[in-house]
């Protein structure tokens, strides 16, 4: 019967997932209509005669209705095809399976580095309350919070590449070096292959990005780690174990903590539309085959298509993470499971 409830809640919360990508799609379509600028001329070139102009917006569809043309590409979005690219005429689907791979290591691997940090930290300064460390970790966390991530990555380029030569500059491997791409995360690829060389190359070129991309979830992650024990820690059945005799190390990391944790995956989910969002400047300031500089170029460059699909694809990844935050409140929680 539980199980039973549980697969209706994850079936209401799928078919919720679908008027939410509706809208999302009808927002991007409607968004790149206002983008200034003539997809044909940016084609053809400055040069293009009338004539070829318009006839390149007919065989595209741009002479007619902006609602003909949404549901054309929605269309398109429900066969699984999103187009294909303005500049380089590859299809925008296996642009993205090319690109995807490499934010999402990127992502993965930032999110990794903020929940450890992030959580340890909060952790440490609800148990050492109004100590030097709490007010140490609070500063710390109002700064990650502050600071453009763009800035800190040109920070650390000077001082751990140019000044230090510790990290590599850019790129997410060197340029001599020979790694066959299997799932696309180079990591686990040079890991196959037995690579160690390729696989501390990966992991050099991943340090700095990753910590640039991951230090604002971290401070987030830490603030509501922090917030969410000592609330924990007033209950009635923490004093209830004080008083029956049960070690602080046990209150805290059986009791306390598991009732604190769904506020921090609340925010984990929402932190990963922080990673993709802040993974645009990342792979920018480090030159990050990612996602995020693709769609700059696109941005750049005018290819609708490119934006479009995109932006649709992040955005997807986005609601599919929540859904795994939902899942995981109907394991933590009992209640939500009735």
């Known amino acids: 019967m539980e199980g039973e409830k549980v697969g209706r809640y994850l079936l209401r919360r799928i078919c919720m997932m679908i008027p939410v990508l509706l809208v999302l799609s009808l927002l991007i379509f409607l968004m790149i209509e206002t983008i200034p600028g003539d997809p044909a001329e940016i084609i053809l ?5 009338p004539e070829a102009l318009a006839r390149l917006r007919t065989e595209m569809g741009l002479d007619r209705p902006w609602f003909v043309r949404y549901g054309a590409f929605l269309g398109r979005v429900v066969r699984g095809d999103l187009g294909e690219s303005l500049i380089s005429g590859a299809p925008v689907l296996d642009e993205i399976k090319a690109k995807l791979a490499a934010t999402m290591e990127l992502s993965v691997f930032a999110l990794a580095v903020a929940v450890v940090v ?8 609800a148990w050492k309350q109004n100590s030097l460390f709490d ?4 500063v710390g966390a109002l700064l990650g919070v502050s600071m453009p991530i763009y800035w800190l990555g040109f920070l650390m380029i000077i001082f751990f590449s140019l000044h230090l030569g510790w990290l590599p500059t850019s790129g ?6 020979s790694l066959i791409p299997v799932t696309g995360f180079y990591g686990i690829d040079a890991l196959l292959a037995g690579d160690w060389h390729a696989f501390r190359d990966v992991l050099a070129h991943l340090v700095m990005p990753s910590l640039c991309l991951a230090t604002v979830p971290m401070a987030t992650i830490a603030r509501m780690t922090r917030s969410s024990m000592l609330e924990a820690l007033n209950q009635d059945y923490v004093r209830t174990a004080k008083a029956k005799g049960v070690s602080t190390g046990k209150i805290i990391s059986v009791h306390a903590f598991k009732n604190a944790s769904i506020p921090i995956i609340t925010v984990l989910g929402l932190q990963f539309g922080t990673l993709m969002g802040g993974a645009i400047l990342t792979e920018s300031v480090f030159s990050w085959p990612g996602v995020g500089t693709w769609i ?11 934006i479009s699909g995109g932006t649709l694809v992040v955005s997807a990844l986005f609601i599919l993470v929540n859904l795994g935050v939902d899942i995981l409140y109907a394991f933590l929680d009992p209640r939500i499971r009735y």
């Open 45 to 49: 070139g400055d040069h293009a005669t």
């Open 118 to 125: 992030g959580v340890f930290v909060g952790f440490l300064s």
């Open 135 to 138: 007010y140490l970790s609070t």
């Open 172 to 177: 997410r491997t060197t340029a001599t070096l």
């Open 296 to 306: 700059l170029q696109g941005i750049m460059a005018r290819d609708y298509a490119v």
